[in-house]
């Protein structure tokens, strides 16, 4: 079946510094969305993207979607102390059935 | 405030007790959703709803008992739990189903003993 494959489990990032998480699918994806999951709190949507090498920003963060539409990354730069939290990803394949990362743990180093 | 409202926040429960989780959703949405939270897995998706009828059962055991009196309701009965089935339950809904965004609810955190 459709795996969606995340990596790394965990990010220890320095304040200031820059990081990629990753996200694999086994197979072509509709679409991808990204949710952030702060300590203690739920899922909150952030992005989905939809067309093959789709690329977009929110501030920091910087969202691609791969040309044969299997991985996507997610890049933040200057890291800051509130990108705490888990990232998700979620791909929805082509019968519409939406199978979430095991999700990017992410810590900030003041 | 997310629009989607999970009661209770905290439950726990010993094998053989009863329970209900309740999620209220002040969105419109028609979809609605329950995905269960373990660490270092996935978001498994447990139940899908749509206009009030049920679309997806993924393999769920029948311990787990949902139910949809209305779009804006959903409740998760609970029965004879397994310590294993401690975990976060959260609710989510979706305008429809499809290529919809899934707005999440606080979620119950259930620990059963």
């Known amino acids: 079946g459709q795996q969606v494959m995340q990596i790394p489990q965990y990010q220890h990032v320095q304040e200031g510094e820059d990081f990629t998480t990753y996200c694999n699918s086994s197979t072509t994806l509709s679409n991808i969305q990204w949710y952030k999951q702060r300590p203690g709190g739920h899922p909150v949507f952030l992005i989905q993207?939809?067309?093959?090498?789709e690329v977009k920003k929110q501030k920091r963060l910087t969202f691609q979607f791969g040309e044969a539409k299997k991985n996507s990354s997610l890049h933040i730069t200057a890291t800051q102390t509130t990108d705490v939290g888990t990232y998700f990803c979620?791909?929805?394949?082509?019968?519409?059935?939406?199978?979430f990362g095991a999700g990017t743990q992410v810590v900030v180093t003041p | 405030e997310t629009g989607v409202t999970q009661t209770p926040r905290h439950l726990v429960m010993g094998m053989t007790n009863k329970k209900s989780l309740k999620c209220e959703q002040h969105l419109g949405h028609n979809a609605m959703y329950w995905y269960k939270q373990s660490a270092k897995k996935p978001l498994e998706l447990m139940f899908v709803?749509?206009?009030?009828?049920?679309?997806e059962n993924n393999s769920v055991p029948s311990r787990f008992s949902p139910e949809c009196p209305n779009s804006s309701h959903l409740f998760l009965h609970l029965h004879t739990l397994q310590p294993e089935d401690s975990a976060l339950y959260l609710c989510?809904?979706?305008?429809?189903?499809?290529?919809?965004?899934?707005?999440f609810g606080s979620g119950t955190q259930l620990s059963v003993l």
């Open positions: 993207l939809v067309k093959s090498g």
């Open positions: 709803y749509s206009l009030e009828e049920r679309v």
């Open positions: 979620a791909g929805r394949n082509s019968w519409g059935k939406l199978q």
């Open positions: 989510a809904s979706s305008q429809d189903l499809g290529d919809e965004k899934l707005f």
